[in-house]
């Protein structure tokens, strides 16, 4: 039994010291670039341009996280993945980051073996009816027996029956393992409803034949808090990722942008010096595995958090999305930084 014992602990100790070697910045470096799974194309969060060139809320997180390493937000490569492979790819290490509309939940932390690095989007489920088709439905309430599409292998199709059976209601689920193929099946007809994250069916609402006689209706019925995910193992690399999020919240709450940000570097506030490196003796960046100038980076490479929310998916894009819960904690939402002191 003793050994037995001695054994079991031998094989804890090397799980530990291998997961505690593990050196994501190290390989980021080495390579030259940071390897971002993301959606395979939703317009908004993440989408190839005309010109092949990878935009979006996501994509821009992932640019964020290259100009904090390199100083540069072009050193990204973007891996295009389905609900299903965004998984495999990450636990595999074939990409270093996921930043794809995922949903933080108990099980992937665990089971999965995750880090989510916080929440860059808080969302919920809804559903997109035609309107010309399914005439006076304006309630989620109203859809019993109704053909619903949905996509496999996300949260979306679990919330999807439990909302169901809870207020129960008969539904015919039409089920797809991507997005592109659920999205299609919906604009053809298929099924009366398509359900995914209230942002997705704004999204996915712009690549319909006839956009404007499709209605989101009002429910949320779930809480979809999507953030980016890093492999278990690597504290310093979760950190990395981890302070890009807050790092981009913060550089908003303190009115720095990508127009001031070298201006900004001259400032008297405390706050702003300290953010911005200027601090005298301040270790922050280098404590991180950066330079000192780590968050002044990230704002001139994409802007802070607002200015990556309205260019892609708020105000000044065509998804036109309000800011809603992901408005800063002082301007009544709950977005909020962690201190960078």
Known sequence: MK???????????????????????????????????????????????????????????????????????????????????????????EIDLLARNTTWTLSRDTKLGFNFAGVNYYDGQGFMINSKKLTGINSALQLSGAAVCVQSGTTTELNLADYFAANNMQYNPVVFQGIEEVNQAYDSGRCDVLTTDQSGLYASRLKLSTPDDHVVLPEIISKEPLGPVVRQGDDKWFDIVKWTLFALI???????????????KGSANPEIKRILGMEDGSTLGTDLGLTNEWVVNIVKGVGNYGEVFERNIGAGSPLKIARGLNQLWTKGGIQYAMPIR
């Open 250 to 264: 913060q550089a908003e709450e303190l009115g720095i942008t990508q127009a001031n940000v070298e201006e900004m």
């Open 3 to 93: 050994n037995v014992l001695m054994a079991l602990a031998g094989a804890s100790l090397a799980f530990v010291a291998g997961s505690a070697s593990a050196d994501t910045l190290d390989d980021v470096k080495a390579k030259g670039f940071v390897q971002c799974g993301t959606n395979t194309a939703l317009p908004g969060f993440a989408a190839p341009d005309n010109q092949g060139e990878w935009k979006g809320f996501d994509v821009d997180f992932c640019r964020a996280v290259a100009a904090a390493i390199f100083g540069d937000p072009t050193k990204v490569n973007f891996t295009p993945t389905n609900a299903t492979e965004r998984f495999t790819a990450l636990q595999s290490g």
